[in-house]
C-alpha cells in the first residue's frame, strides 16, 4: 500500500505544469552546457520525399522550404538566441531544405554533415548510417555547443520520435542508439 501511494504523488507531481517545464529547463540547460544537442527536422517543405528528379547539388530538382518554413527557421534561430545560444557548431543534412533551414537561423556558418542526408529513397543504409551520425557526434569535441538539422526518417531512425517539420529534439550527450530525448520543443 506505500508502494502504490508513493506512485500516486509522484504521478500527482508530474501531472503539474511547472514538472514539464523543469525537465524542458534542463534540457536547455544541458544543450547550452554542451551535454546535450539539438536535433531539428527541416523547416516546412510542402511534399514527401523528393522528385523523380531530385539532384543533390541542384535545388530546383527538390523539394524546398515555402515561406511558412523559412520563417519557421528564423524563429528557431531567435528562439536558441533567447535560450543563450548565439554561435552553435551548426551541421546540416546536404539537401537544400535542411541546409536551408540552417542558413535562416542566422546562428553562423553551416558545415554540411553527409551522416544527416535524408535515406528515405534508400533505406537499407538507415542503419549503417545511423550508427556513422552517432560517432561523428561523439568524436566531437564534448562541451561543444551543436545544433543537427536532418529529416524525419533520420531522426525517427535514431530516436524513435516521429517529429513535425520545424520540430526540435535535445538529445544527451553522448548519443547512444536510441538517442535519450531529453526534451521536445514544437516548431516556434
Not at 1 to 10: E, G, I, K, S, T
Not at 12 to 20: D, S, T, V
Not at 56 to 74: F, H
Request: glycine share 6%; with cysteine.
Amino acid at each position: 500500500m506505500p508502494d502504490r501511494f508513493v506512485a500516486c504523488l509522484l504521478l500527482a507531481w508530474l501531472a503539474l505544469p511547472g514538472a514539464a517545464q523543469a525537465s524542458e529547463r534542463e534540457a536547455w540547460d544541458a544543450l547550452r552546457e554542451g551535454r546535450a544537442v539539438l536535433l531539428l527536422r527541416h523547416a516546412t517543405a510542402p511534399g514527401m520525399g523528393d522528385p523523380a528528379n531530385f539532384r543533390l547539388g541542384d535545388c530546383s530538382t527538390q523539394r524546398n522550404l515555402d515561406q511558412r518554413g523559412r520563417d519557421e527557421a528564423r524563429r528557431w534561430g531567435q528562439l536558441l538566441r533567447n535560450q543563450g545560444i548565439s554561435r552553435p557548431r551548426l551541421l546540416s543534412s546536404r539537401w537544400c531544405r535542411a541546409r536551408d533551414t540552417a542558413q535562416q537561423m542566422d546562428l553562423g556558418p553551416v558545415e554540411p554533415l553527409p551522416a544527416l542526408d535524408s535515406f528515405f529513397a534508400a533505406r537499407a543504409r538507415a542503419k549503417a548510417q545511423t550508427a556513422e551520425l552517432v560517432e561523428r557526434v561523439n568524436a566531437l569535441m564534448p562541451g561543444t555547443v551543436m545544433v543537427l538539422v536532418s529529416h524525419q526518417v533520420n531522426i525517427t531512425a535514431l530516436t524513435g520520435v516521429y517529429p513535425a517539420s520545424g520540430e526540435g529534439l535535445i538529445l544527451a550527450r553522448p548519443l547512444v542508439l536510441p538517442a535519450q530525448v531529453l526534451a521536445r520543443i514544437p516548431p516556434p
